[in-house]
Each structure stands twice: as structure tokens, then as C-alpha cells.
């Protein structure tokens, strides 16, 4: 069984950058640097939406204000996100298929997916 573990979520003040974690585990020897990683988040009130996704086998993907970069020695996927504003506010969340592609059309068709960490950019 595969789980992803979300962390590193916390309270930033505006225009600041936070780094968050996603940590995936699964039988003995599992590795996830040939997956797809998909970093997701759902604000209150709205719907979840998608972020980012590094694919598999790519130590690291940028688009607009947020990168994903893995370290494969570790075995985690991180999130970075800068300028952070107050609509940034949500509950973000990784989940993979166990592919290789990005292809995966919405957060409710992957496989596994993480319970998620907090991220709150407040003054």
C-alpha cells in the first residue's frame, strides 16, 4: 500500500515563500522518483484545484510562482511557493498513479492522495 504524508504547512505573511512536503511510502524498497507527483489545493469554500505536477523520473518542474523539486535520496517531493498571498490560503495535497505522466485528469481519479497540510498566509 502506497500512502503520501503532506507536511511543512504552517502561517506565512504575505508576499513570503514556504516550502512544503510530501513524503510517499509504500512496500519495502518503494521509490518514488519514477511516478508522477501532482500537488493539488482546496481552499474553503472552493473547490480543489490543481497546482503542479513533476513527472516521472523529472527532479524538477517551475510554473509561475511554484516549483516542485524531488530529492530522490530522501525520498520526498517538496513544494515551493513564493509570493504568497492571501488567497494562496488552503489545505494543499499530493497524490500520484503510480505513472509516469502528468496525465492524470483530476485530483479525485489518482490512486493515492495525501491527507493534506495547511498553509495560511495571514499579516
Known amino acids: 500500500q502506497v500512502q503520501l504524508v503532506e507536511s511543512g504547512g504552517g502561517l506565512v505573511r504575505p508576499g513570503g515563500s514556504l516550502r512544503i512536503s510530501c513524503a510517499p511510502s509504500g512496500p519495502s524498497g518503494f521509490t518514488s522518483e519514477k511516478y508522477a507527483i501532482g500537488w493539488f489545493r482546496q481552499a474553503p469554500g472552493k473547490e480543489r484545484e490543481g497546482i503542479l505536477c513533476?513527472?516521472?523520473g523529472a527532479t524538477g518542474t517551475i510554473k509561475d510562482r511554484f516549483a516542485i523539486d524531488r530529492d530522490n535520496v530522501k525520498n520526498i517531493i517538496y513544494l515551493q511557493m513564493n509570493g504568497l498571498t492571501p488567497e494562496d490560503t488552503a489545505t494543499y495535497y499530493c497524490a500520484t498513479d503510480l505513472k509516469d505522466r502528468c496525465d492524470v485528469p483530476s485530483y479525485s481519479d489518482y490512486m493515492y492522495r495525501g491527507q493534506g497540510t495547511q498553509v495560511t498566509v495571514s499579516s
Open positions: 513533476i513527472s516521472g
